[in-house]
């Protein structure tokens, strides 16, 4: 089946609905920003990778390191436009460290442990570990693809070979993947299998030579398809319905149009008056210290939000997302080169080794928000 962009009605309809959208917390008109500082950006993330890899609590078996949602994965999406800013001929050091892991763990699938251990951690985390594993290596390797040699590699494909049969088929997951919960938002959460499920559907979509119109997984996607429309079922949180919306800027056809244009309209109604988005306005999450989330503007909330509408088709001159990029902006640290963003799960102490996960992800999701207009 092949995989169609957005027709053109679609996105006039976007552009017309962010130009013209007003809410009572509709971004004010930004003033002229600085821009992103990408060779801060890069420092930041390959500094952050280097230190996830050394971390004890990443080794496992054969030699190599876990990959993360926090971590791994925003610096494996972000870094290639990075790169493309910066001039750079080569991945670094460090990433080449870290896909060195993902293909050996291919290759030996079968002889690897799983990340997490059902008789150490408890069930189910074997099969949920595997998942995650299995849906991240896709991706990565699908990501390193489309910036190296523009064809789906050897491995790439034994990737997916080892992710298809990880897909549930009954139950309330039927068509999604296990997820790691550890009761840890957003990532590692009873909700997260709905970002577990985009990421599969985004490293299909992105898949070179058209890999997601292989007759061979016509049911798995069409099975993927039926799972994250759910999302929409339920009481889900707007999190979660904006998280599916970027996984159908990769692969139309997820959602309606009338469902994409509704979770249009929620992400841009729950826009702060200074173009960014606050954890608080994205779900009902509680903290396990008892300490409020807060309604201020956030980095990571900020990011996603910016890289699901750029996604969906929302345009870059449109004024709440020019808002929303001035916010990054304005907010990257000038000294680190990170976007600071805030735990959702406790308030975390400034040397805890966990302080920095979701910086990490607001970095990377940012640089992804900003990718079009990036500058050395």
Same mark, same amino acid.
């Given at each position: 089946?092949?995989?169609?962009?957005?027709?053109?009605?679609?996105?006039?309809? *976007?552009?017309?609905?962010?130009?013209?959208?007003?809410?009572?917390?509709?971004?004010?008109?930004?003033?002229?920003?600085?821009?992103?500082? +990408?060779?801060?950006?890069?420092?930041?993330?390959?500094?952050?990778?280097?230190?996830?890899?050394?971390?004890?609590?990443?080794?496992?078996?054969?030699?190599?390191?876990?990959?993360?949602?926090?971590?791994?994965? $925003?610096?494996?999406?972000?870094? $290639?436009?990075?790169?493309?800013? *910066?001039?750079?001929?080569?991945?670094?050091?460090?990433?080449? +460290?870290?896909?060195?892991?993902?293909?050996?763990?291919?290759?030996?699938?079968?002889?690897? @442990?799983?990340?997490?251990?059902?008789?150490?951690?408890?069930?189910?985390?074997?099969?949920?570990?595997? +998942?995650?594993?299995?849906?991240?290596?896709?991706?990565? *390797?699908?990501?390193?693809?489309?910036?190296?040699?523009?064809?789906?590699?050897?491995?790439?494909?034994?990737?997916?070979?080892?992710?298809?049969?990880?897909?549930?088929?009954?139950?309330?997951?039927?068509?999604?993947?296990?997820? #790691?919960?550890?009761?840890?938002?957003?990532?590692?959460?009873?909700?997260?299998?709905?970002?577990?499920?985009?990421?599969?559907?985004?490293?299909?979509?992105?898949? $070179?030579?058209?890999?997601?119109?292989?007759?061979?997984?016509?049911?798995?996607?069409?099975?993927?398809?039926?799972? #994250?429309?759910? +999302?929409?079922?339920?009481?889900?949180? /707007?999190?979660?319905?904006?998280?599916?919306?970027?996984?159908?800027?990769?692969?139309?056809?997820? /959602?309606?149009?009338?469902?994409?244009?509704?979770?249009?309209?929620?992400?841009?109604?729950?826009?702060?008056?200074?173009?960014?988005?606050?954890?608080?306005?994205?779900?009902?999450?509680?903290?396990?210290?008892?300490?409020?989330?807060?309604?201020?503007?956030?980095?990571?909330?900020?990011?996603?939000?910016?890289?699901?509408?750029?996604?969906?088709?929302?345009?870059?001159?449109?004024?709440?997302?020019?808002?929303?990029?001035?916010?990054?902006?304005?907010?990257?640290?000038? @000294?680190?080169?990170?976007?600071?963003?805030?735990?959702?799960?406790?308030?975390? @102490?400034?040397?805890?080794?966990?302080? #920095?996960?979701?910086?990490?992800?607001?970095?990377?999701?940012?640089? *992804?928000? /900003?990718?079009?207009?990036?500058?050395?």
């Amino acid at each position: 089946m092949q995989i169609q962009p957005p027709r053109r009605s679609l996105v006039m309809a *976007l552009a017309a609905l962010a130009c013209s959208l007003v809410t009572p917390g509709q971004a004010a008109e930004p003033a002229p920003a600085r821009t992103w500082d +990408a060779a801060g950006a890069a420092r930041y993330l390959d500094g952050r990778l280097e230190w996830w890899r050394t971390w004890p609590k990443a080794k496992r078996d054969h030699g190599t390191s876990c990959i993360s949602c926090h971590t791994a994965l $925003p610096v494996a999406l972000a870094r $290639p436009a990075l790169r493309q800013a *910066l001039g750079e001929r080569q991945t670094s050091a460090i990433e080449q +460290a870290m896909y060195a892991d993902i293909t050996k763990r291919v290759r030996m699938w079968r002889d690897v @442990e799983p990340f997490y251990l059902d008789q150490k951690s408890g069930l189910p985390k074997s099969s949920e570990s595997r +998942a995650v594993e299995a849906v991240l290596n896709a991706l990565f *390797l699908v990501t390193r693809d489309n910036e190296t040699t523009g064809r789906l590699g050897d491995d790439t494909r034994q990737a997916f070979a080892n992710m298809w049969p990880l897909q549930m088929q009954t139950g309330p997951l039927d068509g999604g993947f296990p997820w #790691l919960t550890f009761k840890l938002e957003p990532w590692e959460s009873e909700t997260a299998a709905y970002f577990g499920a985009s990421l599969a559907a985004i490293a299909v979509a992105r898949a $070179p030579g058209n890999y997601a119109a292989s007759p061979e997984i016509a049911p798995n996607l069409e099975a993927l398809r039926d799972y #994250l429309r759910t +999302a929409f079922e339920g009481k889900s949180s /707007l999190f979660t319905r904006a998280t599916v919306l970027w996984a159908d800027g990769a692969m139309p056809g997820i /959602l309606t149009p009338a469902q994409r244009r509704a979770t249009i309209d929620e992400v841009l109604a729950a826009q702060g008056s200074d173009g960014g988005w606050s954890l608080a306005r994205l779900s009902d999450w509680r903290r396990r210290d008892g300490a409020p989330v807060s309604d201020d503007s956030d980095g990571f909330a900020t990011a996603m939000m910016a890289v699901a509408l750029k996604d969906a088709g929302a345009p870059a001159g449109a004024k709440p997302m020019r808002a929303a990029r001035a916010w990054l902006i304005a907010h990257q640290s000038r @000294e680190t080169g990170g976007l600071p963003a805030a735990s959702i799960n406790k308030v975390r @102490e400034p040397t805890a080794d966990a302080h #920095l996960f979701m910086t990490d992800a607001a970095t990377g999701f940012a640089t *992804l928000a /900003l990718a079009d207009e990036l500058k050395p």
